[in-house]
């Protein structure tokens, strides 16, 4: 059974670091292009950082921008998300999906509403002191 598997959550202060996980279970990494997803109570999901299959071209939402760092390890089947000075306003359900695809930059993967193919349950960043 296919499925991603988000972890690395929790309760953070501000200013912190974290760094969450997100295995694949049941298919390669390889050829499928990720995304990180937030959502807060009462906000619309946003997509926050993605990254082509290749991993050869990376997006940042300008929310995160400077602060936030996806990255992934393919032989690990596992795509991170690096967040340092953590702010309230990243407490959220974090998300990452994975899509099919080989074309596209990493920015089209955040801003193009691609219907991705698989969803991880998400994991809970709470920033707060």
């Known amino acids: 059974q296919e499925a991603l598997v988000e972890s690395g959550g929790g309760l953070v202060q501000p200013g912190a670091s974290q760094r969450l996980s997100c295995a694949a279970s049941?298919?390669?990494?390889?050829?499928?292009?990720i995304g990180w997803f937030r959502q807060a109570p009462g906000k619309e999901r946003e997509g926050v950082s993605c990254i082509t299959s290749s991993g050869g071209s990376r997006y940042h939402a300008d929310s995160v921008k400077g602060r936030f760092t996806i990255s992934r390890d393919n032989a690990k089947n596992t795509v991170y998300l690096q967040m340092d000075n953590l702010k309230a306003e990243d407490t959220a359900v974090y998300y990452c999906?994975?899509?099919?695809?080989?074309?596209?930059?990493?920015?089209?993967?955040?801003?193009?509403?691609?219907?991705?193919?698989?969803w991880g349950q998400g994991t809970q960043v709470t920033v707060s002191s």
């Open positions: 999906a994975a899509v099919f695809g080989t074309y596209g930059t990493g920015q089209y993967y955040c801003d193009s509403g691609v219907k991705y193919d698989y």
């Open positions: 049941g298919f390669s990494l390889q050829y499928y292009a």
